[in-house]
């Protein structure tokens, strides 16, 4: 695997408090993806970066920023929890094989998930 | 607008029977990549098969294929022989190649194999 960790694993928050969820590579790739998983909406893209300090938003930023100060760590952070964020987090990134006697592909690694609770 | 759409929200099969999960998607991106990833119960994401674009052959791994057709832009995953194992939550996903590579998944198929 790409060596991805998300911390932390499970988390119960308060509605209001600010939260901070990180995703750690060992591998220095260069894109990474933060999304969220819901019962019948699969998982939908938050944030995503294609380098230290380059990031965008996807389908569902409102109330989510993110953070890439240096190439193996990409911060969530939600501002203001609401329960409407109670959610699984998955953290991914993406490669692409080339050269070096690989056949060429690509795969997108994934962290384990952090379960977020918010009450 | 990159998209992805899967229209199968759950198919049940018998097991030993193949199964195909329809996969379409849109972009105006010349060169992407398509996955298909397997969730089992336990959450985990399980990579399963990856096609390029520009490749000429559709990709094989073991049980599974991918059935590429460009023209039309649907990339159904094929299990053939299907086992008891494979029922599972399957996520199609694309990603253009160009840019920031943005990576968007479908809404997934739930996959139940019976006995």
């Known amino acids: 695997d790409a060596g991805i960790t998300q911390s932390p694993r499970h988390k119960v928050t308060e509605t209001g408090t600010p939260v901070t969820l990180r995703c750690h590579q060992t591998e220095n790739h260069r894109y990474m993806y933060w999304y969220r998983q819901d019962p019948g909406h699969g998982l939908r893209l938050i944030h995503y970066s294609y380098g230290v300090k380059d990031t965008d938003k996807g389908e569902v930023s409102d109330g989510y920023s993110v953070s890439r100060s240096k190439t193996e760590d990409f911060l969530l952070t939600l501002e203001s929890a609401t329960s409407s964020q109670t959610s699984v987090y998955f953290c991914?990134?993406?490669?692409?094989?080339?050269?070096?006697?690989?056949?060429?592909?690509?795969?997108?690694?994934f962290g384990q998930g952090t379960r977020l609770t918010v009450v | 607008a990159q998209k992805i759409t899967q229209t199968q929200p759950g198919m049940f099969v018998q097991e030993k029977e193949a199964v195909t999960l329809d996969c379409t998607y849109d972009t105006s991106d010349p060169s992407y990549g398509l996955f298909w990833y397997k969730q089992p119960s336990s959450g985990e994401m399980i990579f399963l098969i990856y096609q390029g674009s520009y490749d000429q052959q559709n990709a094989t791994e073991g049980r599974y294929s991918l059935n590429f057709q460009k023209a039309r832009k649907s990339a159904n995953l094929v299990i053939s022989a299907s086992q008891l194992g494979d029922s599972a939550m399957y996520f199609c996903a694309m990603r253009e190649d160009q840019g920031a590579q943005k990576l968007v998944f479908g809404q997934g198929t739930r996959l139940t194999i019976n006995p």
């Open positions: 991914a990134i993406s490669v692409h094989f080339v050269g070096h006697g690989l056949a060429p592909g690509a795969e997108a690694f």
